[in-house]
């Protein structure tokens, strides 16, 4: 059986608890909701809902103090040893998280002969926004060059290769921390020691944040952004951590209008929930997860698992895997599969998965865990792929 605590966090969804049947197997795409954050989009809504900096009144100016409390939440979730919050700021996900670095912070600073590292094997949500930043420079005459990020057989960084293509043009580093397909937990500490203190680093942490404890100190980045419904907060939610990096337009709350009071509320409380669940917990739980989904599609020979993780002798790679498995049957269609396994109740991703320039050629299915699932979900879905098996 599995642990007590285990037991315990996956009652808090009810999503989860009120269908049995079903084992969502979608994390990577959105989270599920622990009740705690859901209670506390209520209790706002219900309570002292008001627009925020707006207000002569305690429900407008509990709003204000609600959101710059949580830039400090964020500070400290994220592990930013200096009390600054503001170097924190809401936005509605990742994407436009690092659409405003690229287009309100990097792109007006772009001149000819500049250079921009882009990880083009990764999620186009960190591919896109710097070729528009590009763009929007080549539009005032400034030829910039996009560089790819050089990456090791296990798809993590090349520090070696990484180092000979810094340049002193090298106006920004794009990195990702836990892949979205490979769920592979990169070395980012590899990028600051090649490219040297001078060179900015931005950081999709869309994958990592509440899957795996965050240390900002230890991960020596200058930009951080993350989706807040990927670490069980509502939709509409993230943020970017820009430490001391002022003046971008995005960190104007005025000019972007009024926050998105109740996600921010839901963000708060997620934050807490991760907090008091443990991270650590979670991410042990889910890697052991996925490790053990591995272990059992390396027994079933129509089935290829993507990324370093094929090979199970890759141990010191797989120590690295986060909740996250991919992988294509030999004949049945990805999308077949997911249809298939979407008929028992097993909910996974089935395509391209939003990857640059490897996600085109390889559909195939993603099976991304939280804390909520449980080893008779994995052993479930392993049951119905061996009954595939040779199709
Ligand atoms: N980066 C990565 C690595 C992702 O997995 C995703 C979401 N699939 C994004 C960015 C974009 O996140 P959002 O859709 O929440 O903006």
């Not at 002292?48 to 939440?73: C, F, K, L, S």
């Not at 030999?330 to 997911?338: A, E, H, Q």
């Amino acid at each position: 059986t599995d642990p007590a605590w285990q037991r315990e966090l996956r009652a808090h969804f009810p999503i989860v608890t009120g269908h049995p049947d079903v084992a969502y197997l979608d994390s990577a795409a959105t989270s599920q909701k622990p009740q705690p954050v859901l209670d506390a989009v209520f209790d706002y809504l219900t309570g002292e809902n008001a627009n925020a900096a707006r207000g002569t009144y305690p429900w407008a100016n509990r709003t204000t103090a609600r959101i710059e409390q949580a830039r400090d939440r964020v500070r400290v979730f994220l592990g930013d040893p200096a009390p600054d919050r503001s170097g924190v700021h809401f936005v509605s996900g990742a994407t436009e998280g690092l659409r405003a670095v690229a287009r309100d912070w990097l792109a007006p600073q772009l001149r000819d002969g500049d250079e921009i590292v882009v990880p083009y094997a990764d999620h186009n949500a960190n591919i896109v926004p710097w070729q528009e930043a590009a763009a929007l420079a080549r539009a005032r005459g400034a030829h910039v060059t996009l560089r790819p990020m050089p990456y090791d057989d296990a798809h993590d960084y090349d520090a070696a290769r990484l180092a000979r293509l810094v340049t002193p043009r090298t106006r920004l580093i794009a990195a990702t921390h836990v892949h979205h397909v490979y769920g592979n937990d990169m070395h980012v500490s590899r990028l600051r020691a090649a490219a040297g203190p001078g060179v900015p680093i931005c950081l999709d942490a869309a994958q990592s944040v509440g899957h795996l404890p965050i240390s900002l100190a230890a991960l020596d980045v200058d930009f951080l952004v993350f989706s807040g419904h990927k670490a069980l907060a509502l939709p509409g939610t993230g943020a970017i951590w820009s430490g001391n990096r002022r003046g971008p337009a995005y960190a104007e709350a005025g000019w972007r209008g009024t926050p998105n009071t109740s996600g921010i509320v839901s963000l708060v409380a997620a934050l807490d929930w991760l907090d008091a669940a443990g991270v650590d917990r979670i991410e042990r739980w889910t890697r052991d997860l996925g490790a053990r989904l591995t272990a059992g599609l390396a027994e079933l020979d129509a089935y290829q698992v993507l990324g370093c993780q094929s090979s199970l002798a890759a141990a010191s790679a797989t120590q690295r895997r986060q909740g996250i498995v991919t992988f294509r049957h030999r004949t049945i269609g990805s999308n077949d599969l997911g249809f298939i396994l979407a008929a028992d109740g097993l909910l996974v991703r089935a395509d391209g998965h939003c990857q640059g320039d490897e996600g085109e050629k390889t559909s195939s299915v993603r099976v991304s865990l939280h804390v909520h699932n449980s080893p008779a979900e994995i052993d479930r879905l392993l049951e119905r792929l061996a009954a595939l098996n040779h199709d």
